[in-house]
């Protein structure tokens, strides 16, 4: 008997002491797994297939539960699961880090996520400046040169924006 065909006896015996709501909810994750998707990587700088497949199905599972956007927060603890599954060596960066989200294999990431009804697919909107907090923020060229190297250095503590 294959390990797969052992796994399902097992959860089948488990799913019968839960109740018809929970039930109900595995339901529609099934039937959210079997529906169709189509994932494409359209670069391989962070992602991989295996990585991208792990992400779309935290994605739907989301969605099955969720009607509102996946977080910023959220989409980290997903990169990170997705890419430990696939074998990478992956850690979060502390919540208040000024630089880096996560690392991966090494590699510090700095992500930049955006949801809401104003989303493009052709168009995205990235706001590193803010993370700055500190400096002058008149309209005096020496303030806008200074904020501009800061904003230099700041980047230098990044391997990858994404």
Request: charged residues 30%; positive net charge; contains cysteine.
């Amino acid at each position: 008997m294959g390990n797969k065909l052992k796994r399902l006896r097992k959860l089948v015996q488990e799913m019968y002491h839960l109740s018809d709501f929970q039930l109900e909810w595995i339901e529609t994750i099934v039937y959210k797994f079997r529906s169709f998707r189509e994932y494409r990587l359209f670069s391989r700088n962070l992602f991989n297939e295996c990585m991208l497949e792990i992400f779309g199905d935290i994605l739907l599972i989301h969605h099955c539960f969720f009607e509102y956007p996946f977080s910023k927060d959220k989409f980290e603890h997903a990169l990170v699961k997705a890419a430990k599954l696939c074998g990478k060596k992956a850690v979060l960066a502390p919540p208040t880090n000024p630089g880096h989200d996560l690392t991966i294999n090494g590699e510090r990431f700095s992500l930049k996520t955006q949801a809401g009804k104003s989303l493009k697919a052709d168009k995205i909107h990235i706001s590193k400046f803010m993370e700055l907090g500190k400096g002058e923020w008149g309209d005096r060229l020496e303030d806008l040169e200074t904020l501009r190297e800061q904003f230099l250095a700041h980047l230098d503590s990044y391997d990858r924006i994404r």
